[in-house]
């Protein structure tokens, strides 16, 4: 279970990209995150894998404070996430698949093992094919699928994607949704962050985000997971 | 024990990868370091070679006792007694042979070759006199016992001059001691030197590898898994510095032994200068490892822990 309780970010003087968020995420949930660009919703994704502290409140996953993880704690929670970011940090010097077991061998997972298991992720997203490619050759749409498979590859319990779609075309951008939500089939939590209409309009839980603040949407339930 | 095995595996094929991957890059930084370690290395190489002989000519120190010119012949042989006395009193152990003033002058005419210029003296200018070659003299402590002891030998009747011919060798090892701290001083500095050269190296390459970095501890990588490469490869340089500097070194020293060996022959000696020892060569080598490691050590606690 992810929980927001008070949690606000500020940068500087300017205003706060995150104003008093309460929000419960259960475990094995689909949460999509939405709102205008710069209404916090990488920042809120970013607090759940600590890339980014909250000024005050607590975030916690499976009753854990986040904020308050020293260095030595904090690559044992990422370890549990899959993480999906803008852009895919995905790394030219190397082949997809070595990108895909980067994330195994960080946990001292052996070589061979590490590399059929990054090979069964590629499966999964439908890019065995291009295992042995440079990501640079690859499209957008497939750089986004092994960004997926490098997140999946170490079987998180949480996944956390921003704007996995944007940037695609309308058939990738299905491809890359139902590689997610077959993570979430098999009671992955999935939080999900996206301005795409197509993808809201079938949702089962959107928490809508304006200008740092939980907001009323045009298709949101913040106030179901609000405290 | 075996993942933390395998993070040193992967951490060293990461290091060799980067290396491999910018041949040229490293190569340059092997040649500067090489040239820093190269001066203190040809020190050592000297020193090392030196030290065997000064040991050799202070362990034998000797003492000549030159008596008075009027002194009966009959008197200065009665001395031997007394003067082999003293020296077991004295807790040495040593040769003595007496050297009548005759055989003084044929040893002097013989030696020097001034034969002509002997004879036009007339008589013979040299007295009778003793050379007591001293054994088992390896310390200072020993070296001032030798001094007490020519104390002594002075006192006795008819001798009027004693002369200790370890000053010399006093004067080499105070040479010596004076190089070996020069040596210090300059393997510390060029140490720095090193040090900094690795640091500056290490820092191109956080750099150059931010990406990664910042991808690796996405996916839960401990700041350990991070560092361990540029540790590596930190020691790795300084290893391939090292091992080129004591060849650089071992291949002068062919040139310098032909020189060294025509002025040796003037000598009748056969002094040739040996490149390090297998010991000296193996600490040589860690040493230098051991530096590139601190300078990565340095340069990667400053450069990640921004980049955190």
Redesign the interface.
Known sequence: MIEFRHVSKQYGRSSAALADINLTIDKGELVYLSGPSGAGKSTLLKMI?V?ERPTSGTVSVNGQDVGRLN??GL?????N?G?I?QPQ?L?N?RSVLANVM??L????T?KADAEKRARAALDKVGLLDKAASDPMALSGGEQQRVAIA?AIV?RPQIILADEPTANLDRASARKVMDALKAFHGVGVTCIIATHDESILASAPRVVYLERGRLAEGPVQDSLQGAA | MIVWLRQHGLALAGAFRHLLRSPGSFSLNVIVVAIALALPFAGLTLLENVRPVSEQLAVEPEISVFMAMDTPRERTTALAEQIRRIVQDSGNAGKLEFIPREHALSLLKNKTGLDDAITALGENPLPDGYVLKLSGVRTASDAAKVESLAAQLKSLPGVEYVQIDSAWVKRLAALMHVLRLALLFLAATLGVVVVAVIFNTIRLQVMTQRDEIEVCRMFGATDSYIYRPFYYTGALLGLCAGAAALGAVAIALHPLNDAIADFARLYASEFRLAPLGLPATVAMLATSAGLGLMGALLSVRRHLARLA
């Not at chain 1, 061998?105 to 001292?108: A, D, K």
């Open positions: 894998a890339m260095a030595s690559p044992y929670l990422r370890r996430l993480l970011l940090c790394l010097d980067l994330p061998l960080v946990v001292g052996g490098r170490n």
